[in-house]
């Protein structure tokens, strides 16, 4: 095995003009998602497949794994220190409950079954001081397992919305994602057709890389520095994870190899101007609890469940992060 190369923070380069004005401090919004990787209860659910994680199945999940799962997400999420955080693969809302609990940050949380056949959730946790939400819908569609969440609201008193999605794994035949693609899109053009100038954010575990046929293809996704050169492309998704995927870094590992699953895709009306914009810095959140340091499995995601093992990790996927400014118009000069 080799190790995987991972970063902390990466200062990307600066397409969508994150140019601050002299004397204007703008203020930072972050903005994030982590796969937390099977986040279940202990109590069975005949309506989901949740078997494995009770206490009497093979992988023993008690009220003292639970727990300590609980814990790790929390302090993770602690020190990710991000105002709009989408979760991906929580059983149910009393496992939100839970996290609320444990964590020291202060967020409001926005959940919906997914109705996916194994119990598995998208969240999003919100700063009430931050965002205040004023639509929530679903979205099913064809090759979806689970449904979109899409919420509207007031980001630092202008208008964002957010696209939560967890698309199905590799798993699935190539033609049955490709219609998830498809879902998701037509809930992108539905949102920007007639309305070019929307603030977009579409985040989540995509389960193909940024560059990947489907996301070139169907989502129009393109790297931000195709921004550099031109206006934006009003039906085009942007995102510097391209270039993170490019130098050849990932979220988690596959049989050895890195991939770059987790990521965030934001319009082109997030460019440059006034207000919310991409301030030029994102990241895959990292730190040494939740890499393997020696041994086999060195350079992975420390994980819950290593080859049949209880380890006692975290999840196999790491968090990623975007920073947004919020740029204030010049004060014009007093003389």
């Known amino acids: 095995m080799r190790p995987i190369r991972l970063l902390s923070v990466l200062l990307c380069a600066a397409a969508f003009c994150c140019e601050t004005a002299a004397g204007t401090e703008p203020d930072r919004i972050r903005i994030a998602c982590y796969n937390v990787e099977s986040l279940f209860d202990t109590v069975p659910d005949p ?18 794994r639970y727990r300590m799962k609980i814990n790790h997400i929390s302090r993770v ?19 939100v409950r839970d996290l609320m609990y444990a964590m020291r940050s202060d967020y409001n949380y926005i959940h919906r079954n997914s109705g996916d056949p194994r119990g ?35 980001l630092l008193g202008e208008s964002v919305t957010l696209i939560l999605c967890h698309l199905p794994s590799q798993m699935n035949a190539a033609r049955y994602r490709a219609e998830a693609f498809r879902s998701l899109r037509r809930t992108v053009d539905s949102l920007l057709t007639g309305s070019p100038q929307r603030k977009l954010v579409v985040l989540g575990d995509f389960n193909a890389e940024p ?6 293809k169907i989502l129009h996704v393109r790297p931000e520095t195709a921004l550099r ?8 998704l942007y995102t510097p994870f391209v270039g993170l995927r490019r130098q050849g870094y990932g979220t988690l590992v596959y049989r050895d190899r890195r991939q770059l699953f987790d990521y965030i895709l934001v319009s082109g009306a997030f460019a440059s101007g006034n207000g919310l914009r991409y301030g030029g810095r ?4 990292v730190r040494d609890y939740l890499i393997h340091r020696s041994g086999p499995w060195k350079g992975y995601p420390i994980r819950t469940f290593q080859a049949g093992r209880y380890t006692g990790g975290y999840s196999d996927h790491l968090p990623v992060f975007l920073d947004f ?11």
């Open 282 to 285: 994102c990241g895959i959140f």
């Open 120 to 154: 598995m959730d998208v969240v999003l946790l919100y700063r009430g001081s931050r965002f205040f939400p004023t639509r929530v819908r679903q979205v099913f569609g064809r090759g979806l397992t689970r449904s979109l969440l899409t919420v509207d609201g007031e």
């Open 211 to 216: 560059d990947a046929r489907e996301s070139r």
């Open 229 to 236: 050169n031109a206006p934006a492309d009003p039906s085009a």
């Open 77 to 95: 999420i602690d020190d990710l220190d991000a105002d709009l955080l989408a979760l991906a693969e929580v059983e149910n809302e009393a496992v």
């Open 325 to 335: 400014e919020n740029k204030k118009p010049e004060s014009p000069e007093v003389r």
């Open 47 to 64: 309506s989901a497949g949740d078997a494995e994680f009770t206490p009497h199945s093979p992988r023993r999940w008690n009220t003292e």
